[in-house]
């Protein structure tokens, strides 16, 4: 799907967190290059966390302050990502206390995609239909 320029670089960022997102389910196949074993795994997934996850979800959060008020759904859209972007920190903060580590990574990895599937599928394009051409060149701006 072609996004929007201003737009681009977040989903960019989405491939990286959907191979992570897929490589803690259990069901995962052995990824080249990404620890196969829970603790490595918890260790690897904060890391990426920490290096870069993060970060993008400020950056999320930033843009939906600037589009919230552009329609409804995408305001409804904003507290429900911003309460997600909590939940998922809290996941992958909590992962070196697990108990059961193997079904916390399972559940974080499921609970990632499903939550980038919303982004990419519902609130992307929302925002590029519900915003001007000037609003999407703040974005772009602001993301840089």
Same mark, same amino acid.
Request: aromatic share 4%; hydrophobic share 35%.
């Given at each position: 799907?072609?996004?929007?320029? *201003?737009?681009?670089? +977040? *989903?960019?960022?989405?491939?990286?967190?959907?191979?992570?997102?897929?490589?803690?389910?259990? %069901?995962?196949?052995?990824?080249?290059?990404?620890?196969?074993?829970?603790?490595?795994?918890?260790?690897?997934?904060?890391?990426?966390?920490?290096?870069?996850?993060?970060?993008?979800?400020?950056?999320?959060?930033?843009?939906?302050?600037?589009?919230? %008020?552009?329609?409804?759904?995408?305001?409804?859209?904003?507290?429900?990502? %911003?309460?997600?972007?909590? +939940?998922?920190?809290?996941?992958?903060?909590?992962?070196?206390?697990?108990?059961?580590?193997?079904?916390?990574?399972?559940?974080?990895?499921?609970?990632?995609?499903?939550?980038?599937?919303?982004?990419?599928?519902?609130?992307?394009?929302?925002?590029?239909?519900?915003?001007?051409?000037?609003?999407?060149?703040?974005?772009?701006?602001?993301?840089?």
């Amino acid at each position: 799907m072609k996004r929007h320029e *201003s737009l681009a670089p +977040l *989903s960019r960022d989405h491939h990286a967190s959907l191979i992570l997102a897929q490589s803690l389910k259990k %069901t995962a196949p052995p990824y080249k290059g990404i620890p196969q074993e829970p603790l490595a795994k918890a260790a690897w997934a904060q890391s990426s966390f920490h290096s870069s996850i993060q970060e993008h979800f400020e950056k999320e959060e930033t843009l939906l302050e600037k589009v919230k %008020t552009r329609h409804p759904e995408i305001q409804k859209l904003a507290g429900e990502i %911003t309460e997600e972007h909590r +939940l998922l920190k809290e996941a992958f903060l909590s992962l070196n206390t697990s108990t059961d580590l193997i079904s916390a990574l399972d559940k974080l990895g499921w609970e990632l995609e499903k939550h980038i599937r919303k982004e990419e599928r519902v609130l992307f394009p929302m925002i590029e239909q519900h915003c001007s051409a000037e609003d999407l060149d703040e974005i772009r701006k602001l993301l840089q």
